[in-house]
């Protein structure tokens, strides 16, 4: 029998995917991890497993516990889907500016929603540490433990994928990768794959995609971690500090990308591949064009589709939006039947 244990053993080995026209616009293969294909549809079910998991075998929480985290949306997907099947509840704190397609799956997961007004990090009202300081209030009270799953300092994050999407990237190209690129939320993607690769096959060159707003290129083109001008429709990516997930790995090249050339790509793929993506796996993909073009033909590339478009129907694919951010709405996204029956 081929069966999965729950969903936590069905979180992973997701497929990676030949992107026919990035390839072929640079005479490399460029392929995409299929994170979207998760059963919380990102990539973020992988460190939410990893989080959990550890925290139960240092008996930090126990059945009935409850699960604590500041979030863009996505780890919280993750978080509330393992905890429901382990047998705990979930409080998520999320900045009110995120979609509300990623908030009503929250609310459908069973998890507790806390909205607060989108402030910068610098703010003690921002949302990670609004949920941190309401995970230490809350533990006075559990009988059966509180875990705080802080995602952008705790090392289990990386930790999974060191321990899966790595090895599977490796294994599934069969070690034939020249080059790895992803952008940066928390950076445990970017870390923990490339610590992986990197122990591999040191030649393996890793790359960060950044969007505006973010310090992440500023970082590993000059050392300094200084927020580039502007901002960014994507979600989920943009971290603006050295934390202790990325302090310690090497990024051998960045780009600075902006929205007008990853949102094209991300039309480009759901029309012409059938690759229905948000924004964040845009950021990346042109990240890997980018870094295709800076190899030269004959080399593969590896990039992450991050989470599921239809999570972003309400911003990404509405031209309203889109048109009051100044970026192009393209045609077949306004297109209504014309067929009479
Ligand atoms: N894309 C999306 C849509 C995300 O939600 C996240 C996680 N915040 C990322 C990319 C980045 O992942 P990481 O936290 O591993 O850097």
Known sequence: MDVRDGIVDSIGNTPLIKLKRASEATGCTILGKAEFLNPGQSVKDRPARQIILEAEKR?????????????????????ALVANARGYRTV???????????KDML??????????PAVTYANPNNYQHVARRLADRLRESEPNGVLFADQWNNLDNRKAHFLTTGPEIWS????????FICAVGTGGTLAGTSLYLKEKNPRIRIGCAD?????????????EAKASEGGSITEGIGLGRVTPII????????????????IPVVFDLLQ?????????????????IRLAKEMGPGHTIVTILCDYGTRY?????NPQFLRSRNLPVPDWLERRTEIDI
């Open 59 to 79: 008996g930090e929480i126990e059945p009935g516990g409850l699960v604590v985290e500041g979030t863009a949306g996505n780890t919280g997907i993750g978080l």
């Open 92 to 102: 998520i704190v999320i900045p009110d500016t995120q979609s509300q397609e990623k």
């Open 107 to 116: 609310r459908l997961a069973g998890a507790e929603l806390i909205e607060v």
């Open 172 to 179: 599934q190209t069969g070690g034939r990768i020249d080059g």
């Open 211 to 223: 969007p505006r707003g973010a310090a992440m290129y500023s970082l590993f083109t000059t050392g």
């Open 247 to 262: 302090e310690d790995i090497t990024v051998d090249t960045a780009y600075l990308i902006e929205d007008s050339e990853a």
């Open 272 to 288: 012409h591949e059938g690759l229905c993506l948000g924004g964040s796996s845009g950021v990346n993909v042109a990240g890997a």
């Open 313 to 317: 129907q309400s911003k990404l694919f």
